[in-house]
């Protein structure tokens, strides 16, 4: 079942963070749907502008529909990863997404703050949620890169300022995590100091975390023994997320995992079938991984076992 996304906020709102994981295909997305489903979870699903030009944003948007089918008992919201303006009139418009992001983190504060509130008006006559991003993270998006001397937090008084002017419904925020697998060159830190002033400032108000893969160093041995040059990569202590979570967190986004365990499942099989080509081989050992992998990551976010208590807030 397709809900909004702020019913999904009210419910993990300082208890626990839901997940919001990128899809790009029918394997992730099966995955998906079977962990969450496994670790009875709502989750998020997000689509960025890139997975909705991998193929056609059509043939992406019905193969969520058709898991919505298989999986009746699923709850979930469909979210637009990191749009531009022209990205969410789009999807505001289709009709079929429970919230749309704005960023316009990488222009300067008052452009913003214009940008943010022309969607948020236009959202909000249909309906749809938005979510605003201030500060910057650092690594890479699809139409900004960020070096880690460049990346900013976001200020707890202007973050104020902002949701206030904007009418956002939900903010991501820059607190040390970034976009990618190569997320610190020292060791990482989460800036609990700047949430706690957030929260502060803005009590009961949803967070966003980005860039928030763990890149668990298991799987890039694996994928460097089977042929991989990943070197150097690292991630967010995922046992810090249900801290996170306390200080208003509520959405936690992971991409960069799940393509992980895709990269370890497909090198591994290929290294150890020299002689294999079909596709649904791997395909099938992804499908079950990646299903393991959103039930492990949805135990760190504390979203498991949730789904019977949203279901009554949702019916
Ligand atoms: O933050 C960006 C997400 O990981 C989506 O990546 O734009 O390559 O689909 P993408
Ligand atoms: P990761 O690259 O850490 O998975 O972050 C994903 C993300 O923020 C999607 O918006
Ligand atoms: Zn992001």
């Given at each position: 079942m397709i809900v909004t996304t702020k019913k999904l906020f009210e419910a993990a709102y300082g208890k626990y963070a839901l997940g919001a994981y990128n899809i790009n295909n029918m394997e992730q997305t099966m995955g998906l749907f079977q962990g969450n489903l496994e670790s009875q979870a709502p989750f998020i699903i997000q689509i960025s502008k890139g997975a909705r030009s991998y193929t056609n944003k059509i043939m992406l948007e019905n193969v969520i529909r058709g898991a919505d089918e298989v999986f009746p008992e699923a709850i979930f919201a469909v979210h637009l990863d990191h749009g531009d303006e022209e990205a969410c009139y789009d999807c505001i418009a289709s009709g079929f997404y429970s919230s749309v992001m704005i960023d316009?983190?990488?222009?300067e504060y008052e452009k913003n703050i214009e940008v943010t509130k022309r969607v948020v008006e236009a959202a909000h006559a249909r309906g749809i949620v938005v979510e605003a991003e201030l500060g910057q993270l650092g690594g890479v998006e699809e139409h900004v890169s960020v070096s880690e001397e460049n990346a900013k937090l976001t200020n707890p008084d202007q973050a104020k300022d902002f949701v206030e002017r904007t009418g956002c419904d939900s903010l991501a925020v820059a607190i040390g995590t970034s976009h990618g697998?190569?997320?610190?060159?020292?060791s990482q830190s989460l800036h609990f100091d700047v949430l706690s002033e957030i929260q502060k400032r803005l009590p009961g108000f949803p967070l966003v975390m980005h860039?928030?893969?763990?890149?668990?160093q298991e799987e890039v041995e694996r994928i460097n023994a089977a042929g991989g040059k990943l070197l150097g990569a690292k991630g967010v202590d995922a046992t810090q997320f249900k801290q996170a979570a306390k200080l208003g967190v509520t959405k936690i986004n992971i991409d960069t995992d799940g393509r992980l365990v895709w990269t370890r499942v497909h090198r591994e099989y290929f290294l150890e079938h020299p002689e294999g080509f079909d596709l649904r081989a791997p395909g099938k050992i992804f499908m079950a991984e990646y299903a393991k992998f959103i039930h492990q990551k949805n135990d760190f976010l504390g979203s498991s076992g949730q789904l019977e208590e949203v279901r009554k807030l949702v019916s």
């Open positions: 316009a983190s990488h222009l697998a190569f997320k610190f060159s020292g860039g928030s893969s763990s890149v668990p």
